[in-house]
Structures are given as structure tokens and as C-alpha cells.
């Protein structure tokens, strides 16, 4: 069988055997779109009420725990007039761009590991024994060589971000089906193929889940190199805030984080949700 009529015969789903009764299989029903907005609302609700009560009858000190009032204030100086957008573009810059390249360092990492057991053998224990190292500590060096822009923000972001990418396309390139890998053999399938048509669509199904923990751990990482050295971003307007003895203001930014890192986590849901069932397995 030639290349060409492989291509042909897999794409149009007549080489790889699907498994029997997926389209017969009852779907089951998850919670209402509105349960999904509205329960975490009254979560963020009661909370809230409960913060202000805290705070009303003085069992923190304003110091540790301001009023969601004072909270609001900082927020919208920050915010509605616009005093943190530049700081918060910086940071996401930051954190997109190590995103970008833990990524693709993770999926070239991880096909390498999962088609040659003996570079898994040689480096894999040093790429843990390097992810074991607190980044925060490593942030002052990287700050020395690369200066105080962007540079050694992105460096952390992306060695963080590129670790759970990493694991997940090892355990997608290799965890394959057994029946469909022998099809792939029987019909003299070359490892161009199998790549093409069995692992990385594979891998695809495990990938997407670990790019929620890449994109926090990026934001995370580029959030502790700014608090080490940095002129600009939101990890620089905690030290600058921190400095001042301004509480709000510590929580507005706190708040803004939290934030980003929750409509981050939707966009890569939403685009698993979007794209078509042959590039992301449901």
C-alpha cells in the first residue's frame, strides 16, 4: 500500500478500526449552564458576606484582612482608571510567551522520551532533578544574566510551563490502543503515520487537560520573577504595594490574578469545546 493511499484510507476513517458502539453510547447530561455561572456566584457571594462581616466586627486587623470596601477602592484606582494596565499587559506578555515556549519545548521533549527509551533513561532524571529546584530562587540569577525586562520572567514562566505539557504528551504518545497500533502495523503503516493518524491525536486528548496547569504555572512564574527584580507587572505592584503598607491594594492585585487565571482556564476549555473532533478526542 502506498503512502498516498494510506493518507487517503485513514483520513477518510476506512484504515484505523473504531471501536465498537461510540455512536450508540448515551451521553450523559452534565450540570445546566446555569447551575455552572450560578453556583460559584453564590459560593463568591457568601464568601464575600462573610468577609465583611469579618472585617465590621474587627476580629482581623485592617492590616491583615482589609474591608472588601477598601478592596473595591483599590480596584477600581487600578482597574476602572486604568492605573495597572500596563503593568498587567507586561505580565501577561510574559507569561503567553513562556506559555508559547514551554508548549512546544514540552511536545518536542515528550515525543523524544516517548519514541527513545534511552534518552528517557539519560536525561529524564536530571529534567526532575532541575524541576525540583525552587524557581523563586533561581529567579535572582536569571535576573543577573538576562537583566531586569522581560527576558528572565519569560525564562521561568517557561520552565514551568513546559513540565506538565511534557508528561502528558509522554503518556499520550505512548498510552496508545493496542489493537489500533497493530492495525497500524499490520497494514505496513510507516512511524510518519502512526504519528500522524495514532499517537498525536492521542496525545491531543491528553494535552489539553495539562494546558490548564502550563497556563497558571506560567502566570505563576512570571508573577514570582517580577516580585525578584522587576520595574513593571503585576508581581512588581505587590512589592511597590507591599512597600507602602497598602493592604487593599496587595488584594486588589491578588484579585486581578485570580481573575486572569480563571479566564485563562476558560479560554482553553472553550477551545477544546470549538475545535473539531478530529484534531481534540473528546
Given at each position: 500500500m502506498t503512502a498516498t493511499m494510506l493518507d487517503r484510507d485513514i483520513s477518510a476513517g476506512t484504515a484505523l478500526p473504531q471501536p465498537g458502539g461510540r455512536a450508540t453510547r448515551k451521553q450523559r447530561k452534565?450540570?445546566?449552564l446555569g447551575l455552572r455561572i450560578g453556583l460559584p456566584l453564590l459560593v463568591g457571594v457568601v464568601l464575600v458576606g462573610a468577609w465583611e462581616l469579618v472585617t465590621r466586627r474587627d476580629m482581623v486587623s485592617p492590616?491583615?484582612?482589609?474591608?472588601?470596601?477598601?478592596?473595591?477602592s483599590a480596584l477600581?484606582?487600578?482597574?476602572?482608571?486604568?492605573l495597572w494596565w500596563g503593568d498587567?499587559?507586561?505580565t501577561l506578555t510574559e507569561m503567553v510567551i513562556g506559555f508559547g515556549i514551554g508548549v512546544v519545548?514540552?511536545?518536542?521533549?515528550?515525543?523524544?522520551?516517548?519514541?527513545?527509551?534511552?534518552?528517557?533513561?539519560?536525561?529524564?532524571?536530571?529534567i526532575i532533578a532541575l524541576q525540583s529546584f525552587p524557581k523563586i530562587a533561581v529567579a535572582p540569577l536569571l535576573v543577573v544574566a538576562l537583566g531586569y525586562g522581560m527576558s528572565p520572567k519569560?525564562?521561568?514562566?517557561?520552565?514551568?510551563?513546559?513540565?506538565?505539557?511534557?508528561?502528558?504528551?509522554?503518556?499520550?504518545f505512548t498510552e496508545i490502543d493496542k489493537d489500533e497500533h497493530n492495525f497500524m502495523r499490520s497494514i505496513g503503516a510507516s512511524r510518519w503515520h502512526e504519528m500522524r493518524y495514532l499517537r498525536m491525536p492521542n496525545a491531543m486528548s491528553y494535552?489539553?487537560?495539562?494546558?490548564?496547569?502550563?497556563?497558571i504555572v506560567a502566570l505563576l512564574g512570571a508573577v514570582a520573577a517580577e516580585l525578584v527584580g522587576a520595574r513593571e507587572g503585576l508581581g512588581y505592584v505587590l512589592v511597590e504595594r507591599q512597600a507602602f503598607g497598602d493592604t487593599p491594594a496587595i488584594f486588589a492585585a491578588l484579585v486581578v490574578l485570580a481573575a486572569i487565571g480563571v479566564v485563562l482556564q476558560a479560554l482553553v476549555v472553550l477551545l477544546r469545546r470549538v475545535l473539531p473532533r478530529s484534531v481534540v478526542p473528546r
Open positions: 452534565g450540570p445546566s492590616l491583615l484582612l482589609p474591608a472588601p470596601a477598601d478592596v473595591w477600581d484606582a487600578g482597574i476602572i482608571q486604568g498587567i499587559r507586561v519545548a514540552g511536545l518536542l521533549l515528550g515525543a523524544l522520551f516517548a519514541y527513545s527509551a534511552i534518552s528517557r533513561i539519560a536525561f529524564y532524571p536530571y519569560i525564562a521561568v514562566a517557561a520552565s514551568l510551563a513546559y513540565f506538565p505539557v511534557m508528561t502528558a504528551a509522554i503518556a499520550g494535552l489539553f487537560p495539562s494546558l490548564d496547569v502550563a497556563l
